[in-house]
């Protein structure tokens, strides 16, 4: 899954890299066809949610080498100045709007904008009250989850 970086990337959200861990082949489907012309890419935060849930798993020692497994496997994205200042710039916003969602959502938000990304996802709910912020989001059930 890993390519030569590109101008512009899909940045898969916890969400689908999980499918794609547990071998959904309806999801694996799906990002294998989405454009070529784009680098298919996660963020570092993702990677740490990635490896939290390993070790909080049944059998951390196998889940772990899966998740490395995968990762060494597609760009990782880090988490960088410009990052961190567009992650400010939108939690201020949010938090006068009384509109707050969790820092790592925050966290991979900023990084998928500030890369021009556009974040795949199915956690809509939270991502939609970042306006600039691009997402190819569908239900579950159209991901094939």
């Given at each position: 899954m890993?390519?030569?970086l590109k101008s512009k990337s899909y940045i898969i959200d916890t969400d689908i890299c999980i499918e794609i861990l547990r071998n959904n082949?309806?999801?694996i489907s799906k990002i294998k066809n989405l454009p070529s012309d784009i680098d298919i890419?996660?963020?570092?935060?993702n990677a740490g949610e990635l490896f939290y849930g390993a070790f909080h798993?049944?059998?951390?020692?196998?889940?772990?080498?899966?998740v490395m497994a995968f990762l060494?496997?597609?760009?990782?994205?880090?988490?960088?100045?410009n990052a961190v200042e567009k992650y400010g710039e939108i939690k201020s916003r949010l938090r006068k709007l009384g509109q707050l969602?969790?820092?790592?959502d925050l966290f991979i938000a900023s990084?998928?904008?500030v890369n021009n990304g556009i974040l795949v996802t199915q956690n809509i709910a939270h991502y939609k009250r970042i306006s600039e912020l691009k997402i190819l989001g569908s239900s579950p059930k159209k991901l094939g989850v």
């Amino acid at each position: 899954m890993k390519r030569h970086l590109k101008s512009k990337s899909y940045i898969i959200d916890t969400d689908i890299c999980i499918e794609i861990l547990r071998n959904n082949q309806r999801v694996i489907s799906k990002i294998k066809n989405l454009p070529s012309d784009i680098d298919i890419c996660t963020t570092i935060i993702n990677a740490g949610e990635l490896f939290y849930g390993a070790f909080h798993s049944d059998n951390p020692n196998q889940r772990i080498k899966e998740v490395m497994a995968f990762l060494n496997d597609i760009t990782i994205m880090p988490l960088d100045l410009n990052a961190v200042e567009k992650y400010g710039e939108i939690k201020s916003r949010l938090r006068k709007l009384g509109q707050l969602i969790p820092d790592n959502d925050l966290f991979i938000a900023s990084i998928t904008i500030v890369n021009n990304g556009i974040l795949v996802t199915q956690n809509i709910a939270h991502y939609k009250r970042i306006s600039e912020l691009k997402i190819l989001g569908s239900s579950p059930k159209k991901l094939g989850v």
